[in-house]
């Protein structure tokens, strides 16, 4: 299992553009990129999910260069209610295993 | 759609009891599911994977008789703390994945539990 390297803390202010950052240089051929959010005593909530270039939905991006190695979430315009813990995660789509590292606490001030 | 739901959300208990936890798919069907615990201020870690008609996956350094899982039916998988204590203290989140599609994994909203 891919090991992970996220930012413990950031913080922003509402309006602004978040990008959080994951390290993951021994991916493997078969591993997906997960996001996840998690608000506390919630179970985490799926955000987007990705394995090459770039991949947008309703709430995020993600972006993921050709080697792979990191990938970056994007969170356009916060709100105070994205304060939570967000988590990346890599792993190999047929074994669904995953391994949750310690996460970014992201702290959104008005 | 996707949605999984845990129930009791919170239960209280007193040390040697047993307690059951539920965890549904509600919308779709999933072969897989997956039992986590998380301590405060702590990340999620993976107890078990639990398997539709199998015996449950363990991970290192979790007791399979102490963590009973039952994954009997596609949409249902339980587990039972047996003869809990206080150190069992702590928020469990279930998840299970959708067959057949990329295989994401959904979380439950986590079921808190206290032993007194």
């Known amino acids: 299992l891919a090991k992970t390297t996220q930012p413990i803390s950031m913080d922003s202010y509402e309006g602004q553009e978040v990008n959080i950052t994951c390290s993951h240089n021994?991916?493997?051929?078969?591993?997906?990129i997960t996001w996840y959010q998690q608000f506390p005593s919630q179970g985490p909530r799926f955000i987007i999910q990705?394995?090459?270039t770039k991949v947008t939905n309703e709430v995020a991006s993600l972006f993921i260069p050709a080697d792979r190695k990191s990938s970056t979430l994007s969170l356009p315009r916060v709100s105070l209610s994205d304060t939570a813990v967000y988590y990346c995660?890599?792993?190999?789509?047929?074994?669904?295993?995953?391994?949750f590292g310690a996460g970014t606490i992201l702290r959104v001030k008005s | 759609g996707a949605v999984v739901s845990q129930h009791p959300s919170r239960v209280i208990c007193k040390s040697g009891t047993s307690v059951k936890i539920e965890c549904r798919s509600l919308?779709?069907?999933?072969?897989?599911m997956f039992w986590y615990r998380q301590f405060p201020k702590q990340s999620l870690m993976l107890m078990a994977t639990?398997?539709?008609?199998?015996?449950?996956?363990?991970e290192q350094g979790v007791e399979k008789d102490k963590f009973l899982i039952n994954h009997a039916s596609l949409t249902l998988s339980t587990l039972t703390v047996t003869s809990a204590h206080p150190e069992d203290s702590s928020f469990y989140i279930c998840?299970?994945?959708?067959?057949?599609?990329?295989?994401?994994?959904?979380f439950g909203p986590g079921t808190r539990l206290t032993v007194l």
């Open positions: 639990s398997n539709e008609g199998s015996k449950a996956t363990y």
């Open positions: 919308d779709f069907q999933a072969t897989t």
């Open positions: 995660l890599v792993g190999d789509i047929r074994g669904n295993k995953l391994v």
């Open positions: 021994n991916i493997a051929t078969n591993d997906y």
């Open positions: 990705g394995y090459k």
């Open positions: 998840s299970a994945t959708v067959s057949g599609g990329t295989d994401t994994q959904y």
